[in-house]
C-alpha cells in the first residue's frame, strides 16, 4: 500500500491516467506510464515504485520476480483545492478552482493468498 497526497491535478485527470494501469501487472504498468505523456503519469509512476518497495520490506522472503504482483486496487480522492480570484470585466473577479487529489495504490501477490 503507498499513498500520495496533495497531487496539484485534478482528480478528473489523474483518474484517467489511473485507470490505465488498474489490475495490470506490476511491469506492464510501469512500462505504460513510463510513456504516458500526461502530467499525472510521473506521479503514479513513483507512486507504483514506492508501493513495490513497501511490499518488498513486508515480505522479505518472497523473491519479488515469483511474486507476480499486479496492482490491485487504485483510487483517487479529491483533495483541498486552493482558491483564487481571475480579474473580470467591469471590476468583478472569477473564481478558480486549483484542485489537487490524493492517490492510494494497492499492490498485492497474484500467486499468494492475501
Same mark, same amino acid.
Not at 7 to 34: C, E, F, H, Y
Not at 61 to 76: C, F, Q
Given at each position: 500500500? $503507498? ?10 485527470? &489523474?483518474?484517467?491516467?489511473?485507470? &490505465? ?7 506492464? $504498468? ?10 499525472? $503519469? ?14 518488498? !520490506?513486508? !515480505? ?51 500467486? $499468494?493468498?492475501?
Amino acid at each position: 500500500v $503507498a499513498k500520495l497526497n496533495h497531487v496539484p491535478t485534478s482528480p478528473q485527470k &489523474m483518474r484517467i491516467v489511473v485507470d &490505465m494501469i488498474r489490475g495490470q501487472k506490476v511491469n506492464k $504498468a510501469l512500462g505504460i506510464l513510463k510513456y504516458e505523456p500526461k502530467v499525472g $503519469a510521473r506521479h503514479v509512476e513513483k507512486l507504483l515504485l514506492s508501493a513495490i518497495a513497501n511490499w518488498q !520490506n513486508k !515480505n522479505e522472503d518472497v523473491k519479488l520476480e515469483d511474486a507476480d504482483l499486479y496492482v490491485k486496487t487504485v483510487t483517487v480522492d479529491g483533495g483541498s483545492s486552493l482558491k483564487r480570484l481571475r480579474p473580470a470585466p467591469q471590476g468583478r473577479g472569477h473564481r478558480i478552482l486549483k484542485r489537487s487529489n490524493h492517490i492510494t495504490l494497492v499492490v498485492a501477490s497474484a500467486t $499468494a493468498p492475501t
